[in-house]
């Protein structure tokens, strides 16, 4: 089992605001990483650091923390925006370690 | 532009070792950055499996550390995964990825190539 702990899944209605959340301990001390996958394809960096996005990402993508608890908020998502969201940190050993996903529907 | 490639067998032998390797194009792997595996089964999430730097240098996923194998060639700019003692549970996509050193994330990935254990 994972020690990043996400929801299996989210809705939102097309144009308003949603956060994914990742829990863990370990974020206490490590930044988040989050990542984007569509069904067939590999996974898209969109947000990483404090709140940095790689060039190309829209800017309705945004990147939180608070104590053990690391969110990624898409304010206005579109429907291009359902997908998969994964988080990555580190565990409490330091080993690189994944979020059990997300999976998020725009309705 | 950096892309990677993986390549190797899309099916292996239960007890047998799985074999893959990333190509890099585009940069050399001997920049300032880690160079990962990750998997993921059919339905599932994604799991780290390790990483390597062009010194030799890696770090494994420690439920896989026994079993795994990375190592890089920097003379043909690529680097390899072996996974011995497969299993059905080690059926997979397995992807090849970059973690770019400043942002410490997986800021390039390869396309994912589907490994089966079978007999």
């Known amino acids: 089992s994972s020690e990043l702990t996400q929801d299996p899944a989210v809705s939102v209605a097309l144009g308003q605001t949603v956060r994914i959340t990742c829990q863990g301990d370990s974020l206490r001390s490590y930044d988040a990483s989050w990542y984007q996958q569509k069904p067939g394809q590999a996974p898209v960096l969109v947000i990483y650091?404090?709140?940095n996005r790689p060039s190309g990402i829209p800017d309705r993508f945004s990147g939180s923390s608070s104590g053990n608890t690391a969110s990624l908020t898409i304010t206005g998502p579109q429907a291009e925006d359902e997908a998969d969201y994964y988080c990555h940190s580190r565990d409490s050993s330091g080993n690189r370690v994944f979020g059990g996903g997300t999976k998020l529907t725009v309705l | 532009q950096v892309q990677l490639q993986e390549s190797g067998p899309g099916l292996a032998k239960p007890s047998g070792t799985l074999s893959l390797t990333c190509a890099v194009s585009g940069g050399s792997i001997s920049s300032s950055n880690w160079w990962s595996w990750v998997r993921q089964p059919p339905g599932k999430g994604l799991e780290w499996i390790g990483e390597?730097?062009?010194?030799?240098?890696?770090n494994y996923n420690p439920s896989l550390k026994s079993r795994v194998t990375i190592s890089v060639d920097k003379s043909k700019n690529q680097f390899s995964l072996m996974l011995s003692s497969v299993t059905a549970a080690d059926t997979a996509v397995y992807y090849c990825?970059?973690?770019?050193?400043?942002?410490?994330?997986?800021?390039?990935w390869g396309q994912g190539t589907m490994v089966t254990v079978s007999s």
């Open positions: 650091g404090k709140n």
């Open positions: 390597i730097y062009h010194s030799g240098s890696t």
């Open positions: 990825a970059r973690i770019e050193r400043t942002a410490n994330a997986f800021d390039i």
